[in-house]
C-alpha cells in the first residue's frame, strides 16, 4: 500500500505571516544581524520583535488560533488584572477563578507573565487600525470613521470586563498599560510602532484637506495630527473614569468637532 503524502495548507494569511515570523526566528540562530524594512535588527531585537508579531496574530479573539478555553482564560485574568493589579493576583487565584485544572489551564500559560503579555497583546490587536477602509477624500468622514473604529474597540474591551458579574464597567485599561512598560520594555517599540502608523494615515488626510480647501491652517499636517491624535487619549482617559452615561463616541466626536470646525474652510 503507498503511502500518502501529507500536504500542509495555510489556511489563512495570518498563519502565514506567522510561519514567516517564526522561519525568521530560527534563522536568527545563524545570523547575529538582520537589516527589516530599512533598519538594522541585532539579534536580539529581532527575536523580540518577531515574538511580539507572532503574538499579536495569534491573540486576535475573533481569529481562529483562539480557542474558548483560552479566551476564557483571558477574559478571568482581565478582569483580575483591573480590579487588584498585578502584583496582586496569584496564578492560583486565576486558575481557581477559571475553574479550570492546573494542567488544563498550564497547557495554555506556564507563568503569570505569558499570561499577562498575552492579555496585553490583545489590547494591542484591537487597537490596530486597517486605514485602507478609511476616507482618502474627507477629513471629517476619516475622523468619523476613526471614532467608530476606537467606539466598537471599546465595547470589544467592555464586553470582555463585563464578562464578570461582580466588575464594574468602571475601569481603568491604563493601569494595565503602565504596568506593561514598566515589566516588558518590548512593549514600547509595538506602541510606537502603531503610532507612526497613525500619525503617517492622519498627516495624509489632513495633506489632502488642506489641498482641497476643506481646511485652512498655518499649522503643519503633523502639529494637525498629533492634535486629534493627543485629543483621543484625553478624551479616552476622562471617559474611563467618569460616571457619565454619555458613550465613548459622543466624548470623542464632540471634540473632534471642535477641532474640525476651527479647522474648517
Known amino acids: 500500500m503507498q503511502k500518502q503524502k501529507k500536504v500542509f495548507v495555510l489556511k489563512s494569511g495570518h498563519e502565514f505571516v506567522v ?22 535588527f541585532t539579534k536580539r531585537k529581532l527575536i523580540n520583535y518577531c515574538r511580539l508579531k507572532i503574538m499579536i496574530y495569534i491573540c486576535i479573539p475573533t481569529g481562529r488560533f483562539m480557542n474558548e478555553t483560552k479566551q476564557h482564560i483571558l477574559k478571568t485574568a482581565l478582569v483580575l488584572f483591573l480590579r487588584k493589579s498585578y502584583r496582586d493576583v496569584t496564578m492560583k487565584e486565576i486558575v481557581d477563578k477559571t475553574g479550570l485544572s492546573k494542567g488544563a489551564f498550564y497547557h495554555y500559560f506556564e ?12 489590547f494591542f490587536s484591537m487597537g490596530e487600525i486597517n486605514y485602507d477602509n478609511f476616507s482618502g477624500d474627507s477629513l471629517e468622514i476619516f475622523y468619523t470613521q476613526y471614532v467608530d473604529f476606537l467606539d466598537n474597540a471599546m465595547r470589544e474591551i467592555d464586553s470582555l470586563v463585563n464578562y464578570s458579574d461582580d466588575y464594574s464597567s468602571n475601569h481603568n485599561f491604563y493601569v494595565i498599560l503602565f504596568e506593561a512598560v514598566r515589566r516588558f520594555p518590548e512593549f514600547l517599540e509595538v506602541e510606537y ?3 507612526e502608523k497613525d500619525v503617517a494615515a492622519w498627516v495624509k488626510i489632513i495633506s489632502t484637506a488642506k489641498q482641497k480647501g476643506e481646511i ?8 494637525i495630527a498629533d492634535l486629534f491624535l493627543y485629543c483621543t487619549d484625553g478624551v479616552f482617559l476622562r471617559y474611563i473614569n467618569s460616571c457619565t452615561n454619555d458613550s465613548y463616541r459622543t466624548f470623542l466626536k464632540r471634540a473632534y468637532d471642535a477641532i474640525y470646525n476651527n479647522l474648517k474652510a
Open 19 to 40: 510561519l514567516i515570523l517564526k522561519a525568521v526566528l530560527i534563522l536568527c540562530r545563524f545570523k547575529p544581524v538582520f537589516l527589516l524594512r530599512g533598519n538594522v
Open 111 to 122: 507563568s503569570k507573565d505569558d499570561l499577562f503579555k498575552e492579555i496585553v497583546y490583545m
Open 193 to 195: 510602532e502603531f503610532h
Open 216 to 223: 485652512v491652517s498655518q499649522s503643519s499636517d503633523t502639529d
